[in-house]
């Protein structure tokens, strides 16, 4: 896959970019659709839906009083929102904008000629924009908002398509000054007659279908002549909503120029608009992507055209920077400057990555990521029931999803929605409907997705009925969804009432559910069922077709199947998705007679792996082994402390009987062997202490020691009898005391036990006996 990285000034990166250009700008886009729900046919999957255009120009203040940080902040802005349009069919001029104050002077610098933001024009964007320039004293340093707003409209009019909109964006630090422009008239009346110019450029901005936008930033600019601006030109915006009304904005830092004017561009242009985070490099920055996305500029401000970026998609994969990659089309442009912007089309949603790359010298500016995105709301819209009798109430249920049948789970992606449904028929006027996403009522929770309401069907009511309902979203593309049904007299006469709870399973699962049905006919019926306003393939119900007995009533089971996981693709691998259709039961033995019409809701997640299986067998494995281990451990514990010798009472005794020295045992060494010999063996017997001595003791089990000479062999000790050590001494043992500290009771052998002579062989079967040695 292709990197194009900060450095792209060799002939070989403007090749790439020619290629770029003629593989990628102005392709038309293949999305789905869905079709409504009811009779209504299904459109073909792949659609191809146009990403509308927007005609607009930014004035860019280059006054005296701007710093070289202004004018810098002012380009990268400027620069961000033409690199970050999704739309390849757009246009976009650029000028710079101060005061005549002088007949050789003027007050517009043109540095951005109209240009088609295709991959070619993006690709140059950066470059002109560059040219915009602080002006010198000379040079005319005061502020002419009249003849920047009449160069916008004259840019924005003059041969272009009336069908697009048409918005100026204006960029200043200051307020209107016109003090010093002899155009003006004379001095005493420059300001009166600059107001006047103003409310006559605004008065033929409107006229022309200019929307006017301006920012301000610093301490200096007047924010209620920033609104007058707004409120002079054109009102209506791309949609009805609020959010598109022109609108003036402030900001009190030039830093924050760039990230204000994306949000009113997106504003302007009806795109959703997503601030990422801003790090210095090295960095991991991330983003989100909606589901509801089909097209997205990744803006990336780098601060220093040093800084190279690479794009990782949801599922951690590098992406390219051109061409087409798991279903999405990449097209990079302004990689050689300080802005960039990766355009994709049929992003993967989710939390997409952008790494952040700098040689030394080239990391103290922040990079900062954001998105600009216009996507598809597709609704499925049911009643409740389909065909009810006059003056039965019915529940109208309006479900929002993605264009593929993914439910929504995150009501940012949809905020500012606004629903407008109505119930028409014949023999009633329209009535209109209230639906909620508040949770009360027939709603099911609230901020879920899912809108609905009640109503009661018109005693007056009789045949066809419709129900409609249109979604308006700032950056989503309007959806009517529109469902069919019919007001019959009296009671059906084949029934079928569903029971089919929200489904979870995996790719390829299966859930059962049941269908209660009743033909109250002396003829067969034939129910037909299916799943709707889901794009095909994903979900299935079985059996398709179920023939009811003249005169049956029962229940038959029915069957929702899930696709395999090839058919989801990458999605299923950012976790648990969400299936919203619509069962549909019609008798289509009784003129296609809807009987059923009834939301579906399935979550599919990926297929466990052994751990997920298995986890108890894993769980309860663990448990029996630390069980083992802490057993083993208590076990060898036990061990080690019962054959310490510490504390054993040795005792030399003589062959008479007597006893000649009295030694206590201390801890054994690492196997427990308390070792010692006898020194002065002829004339004052005593034991000592010694390692590698040559004799060594230690406790067993069944009590007593046992003592181990030099050449190996191995004799118990009882506990009250004794062992040869030597020709004329013996070893025995005073009484046994395991505390620390407290100091054996003298008790003297005078004679041999029986123990002593069975122990006193060099192996000693108590010895061999004993396990723990």
């Keep these: 896959m292709g990197r194009v990285t900060g450095r792209r000034q060799t002939g070989r990166g403007r090749v790439r970019r020619v290629q770029v250009s003629l593989a990628v700008g102005g392709a038309a886009v293949l999305v789905s659709l869905l079709a409504p729900a009811g009779h209504e046919p299904v459109p073909a999957a792949d659609s191809a839906p146009s990403f509308p255009a927007v005609n607009y120009a930014v004035a860019v203040d280059e006054s005296a009083s701007l710093t070289p940080a202004d004018l810098k902040a002012e380009k990268a802005a400027a620069t961000r929102i033409a690199l970050g349009d999704v739309s390849s069919s757009s246009h976009v001029t650029v000028f710079g904008f101060a005061a005549a104050e002088s007949d050789d002077q003027r007050a517009v610098d043109p540095v951005c000629p109209r240009t088609t933001l295709d991959a070619a024009g993006r690709e140059t964007i950066g470059d002109c924009v560059g040219k915009l320039r602080g002006r010198e004293k000379s040079e005319g340093t005061g502020t002419d908002f009249p003849s920047a707003i009449r160069q916008g409209v004259h840019e924005l009019t003059e041969g272009t398509d009336e069908s697009e909109p048409r918005v100026l964006f204006v960029l200043t630090d200051g307020k209107m000054d016109v003090a010093d422009s002899p155009q003006y008239g004379d001095p005493a009346h420059r300001e009166a007659e600059g107001e006047r110019q103003l409310k006559a450029a605004l008065k033929e901005a409107a006229r022309q279908r200019v929307q006017v936008w301006p920012l301000g930033f610093g301490s200096d600019p007047d924010k209620k002549q920033l609104d007058r601006i707004a409120l002079g030109g054109y009102q209506k915006g791309c949609t009805e909503l609020p959010s598109a009304t022109p609108k003036a904005h402030k900001v009190s830092d030039a830093a924050d120029v760039g990230t204000t004017l994306e949000k009113i561009f997106a504003a302007a242009h009806c795109l959703r608009h997503e601030e990422g985070p801003s790090e210095r490099p090295p960095a991991s920055l991330e983003i989100g992507i909606s589901p509801l996305a089909t097209v997205g500029s990744i803006v990336v401000d780098k601060g220093d055209p040093e800084v190279e970026i690479t794009y990782f998609d949801p599922s951690g994969d590098e992406v390219p920077t051109s061409g087409t990659f798991k279903k999405s089309r990449f097209e990079l442009a302004g990689g050689n400057g300080t802005v960039e912007a990766l355009k994709v089309v049929d992003p993967l949603p989710g939390t997409?990555?952008?790494?952040?790359?700098?040689?030394?010298?080239?990391?103290?500016?922040?990079?900062?990521?954001?998105v600009l995105w216009q996507g598809e709301l597709r609704g499925a819209i049911t009643m409740d029931p389909p065909s009810p009798q006059a003056g039965e109430k019915v529940t109208v249920t309006m479900r929002l999803q993605t264009r593929e049948g993914y439910q929504i789970k995150d009501p940012r992606d949809y905020e500012g929605l606004r629903v407008r449904s109505e119930l028409t028929g014949d023999g009633f006027s329209p009535r209109t409907l209230d639906l909620t996403d508040d949770g009360r009522g027939p709603d099911d929770g609230p901020s879920d997705g899912s809108f609905a309401g009640t109503t009661t069907i018109p005693a007056d009511a009789d045949g066809a009925l419709l129900v409609r309902a249109t979604l308006t979203a700032s950056g989503l593309r309007a959806d009517t969804r529109s469902g069919r049904g019919e007001v019959v007299a009296g009671e059906l006469p084949v029934k079928a009432a569903l029971d089919l709870p929200t489904v979870r399973t995996h790719?390829?699962?299966?859930?059962?559910?049941?269908?209660?049905?009743?033909?109250?006919?002396?003829?067969?019926?034939?129910?037909?069922?299916?799943?709707?306003?889901?794009?095909?393939?994903?979900?299935?119900?079985?059996?398709?077709?179920?023939?009811?007995?003249?005169g049956e009533r029962g229940t038959r089971k029915v069957k929702v199947k899930a696709a395999p996981a090839a058919v989801f693709g990458e999605r299923l691998g950012a976790g648990e998705l969400k299936l919203a259709g619509t069962v549909t039961v019609v008798d289509a033995t009784g003129e296609d007679r809807a009987l059923v019409r009834s939301p579906l809701s399935v979550h599919v997640t990926p297929e466990p792996g052994i751990w997920e299986k298995y986890w108890w067998a894993f769980v309860s494995g663990i448990v029996l082994v630390v069980t083992a281990a802490v057993a083993v451990a208590a076990w060898l514990r036990l061990r080690r402390r019962r054959r310490d010798p510490f504390g054993l009472v040795l005792r030399l005794v003589a062959e008479d009987g007597t006893v000649l020295n009295e030694h206590r045992a201390g801890h054994g060494n690492n196997r427990q062997w308390y070792e010692f010999a006898v020194a002065e063996a002829h004339r004052s017997p005593r034991i000592e202490r010694r390692p590698h001595g040559p004799y060594a003791v230690q406790r067993r089990r069944e009590g007593g020691a046992v003592l181990r000479t030099q050449g190996g062999s191995r004799t118990a000790v009882p506990p009250h009898g004794q062992v040869q050590l030597t020709d004329t001494l013996s070893l025995a043992l005073g009484e046994v005391n395991r505390g620390a500290g407290r100091r054996p009771r003298t008790a003297v052998a005078t004679t041999p036990t029986a123990d002593s002579s069975s122990g006193a062989g060099g192996n000693g079967g108590g010895y061999d006996d004993n396990p723990y040695l």
């Design 352 to 370: 997409w990555k952008v790494k952040a790359e700098a040689p030394e010298g080239h990391r103290s500016l922040p990079v900062a990521v954001s």
């Design 507 to 550: 790719p390829g699962g299966e859930t059962t559910g049941s269908l209660d049905v009743s033909n109250a006919t002396g003829a067969p019926h034939t129910l037909r069922l299916s799943v709707a306003d889901v794009q095909d393939g994903l979900l299935s119900i079985e059996p398709g077709k179920i023939t009811l007995r003249p």
